[in-house]
């Protein structure tokens, strides 16, 4: 017979994540982050490759992210509201992690798995900052998907991109819980 954890259970059944507007100060310091981080770290990895790293972007930071973006959205052509939406995560921001993914080579474990690794740590790190009691927020939107804004703004290696970014600050307002999958409409039971 299993041993339960009903505190976890119950967090993992009832956890929201924090619309990353309504996050405010204060942020957790680099003391208070660094758990939170090595708790993202033991994420499943397949064959120990560790296909991810950390950047912290603190505040004063995310001024000039959001410049790149304004940049990278002209550049590209984007209309108005996808600009201001791109730059907006970065303007409203006060600390976020970007999860990047590193792609390596190897013979055993294909890239996509590498790739899945990288959004486990994703979720990792937002579990483990709402378990901490912060608010948190997985983001992505064009910036994350642009190579220009991956390098322009982080310096990005070809082989690297980024999986996410997880903005971390105390919460303003509680968001109202959002309709969940139907779960009978969406398992398929496999007997024999």
């Known amino acids: 017979m299993p041993l339960p954890n009903p505190d976890a259970f119950d967090f993992l059944t009832t956890r929201r994540s924090r619309p990353a507007k309504t996050l405010a100060m204060p942020v957790p310091s680099a003391e208070e982050l660094m758990p939170l981080l090595q708790a993202a770290a033991r994420t499943p990895d397949h064959g120990k490759l560790e296909p991810w790293r950390f950047i912290v972007i603190e505040k004063p930071a995310m001024a000039r992210l959001a ?8 550049t590209l052509g984007l209309d108005s509201d996808q600009i201001d939406k791109g730059r907006g995560q970065f303007d409203q921001g006060y600390l976020a992690v970007a999860v990047v993914e590193v792609q390596k080579p190897s013979e055993k474990i294909p890239a996509l798995e590498q790739t899945y690794s990288a ?5 990792a790190l937002l579990n483990a900052a709402l ?3 912060w608010g948190a ?7 994350s998907h642009d190579r220009g804004f991956m390098q322009d703004a982080l310096g990005l290696a070809d082989h690297e991109r980024i999986a996410g970014f997880i903005h971390i600050g105390t919460e303003s307002s509680a968001p109202p819980d959002r309709p ?5 409409a969406i398992t398929t039971w496999v007997r024999a």
């Open 67 to 74: 410049d790149v973006a304004q940049k990278r959205g002209e």
């Open 119 to 123: 959004g486990c740590v994703c979720l």
């Open 131 to 133: 378990a901490s009691g």
């Open 137 to 143: 927020n997985w983001l992505s939107g064009w910036p």
């Open 180 to 184: 969940r999958p139907d779960l009978h």
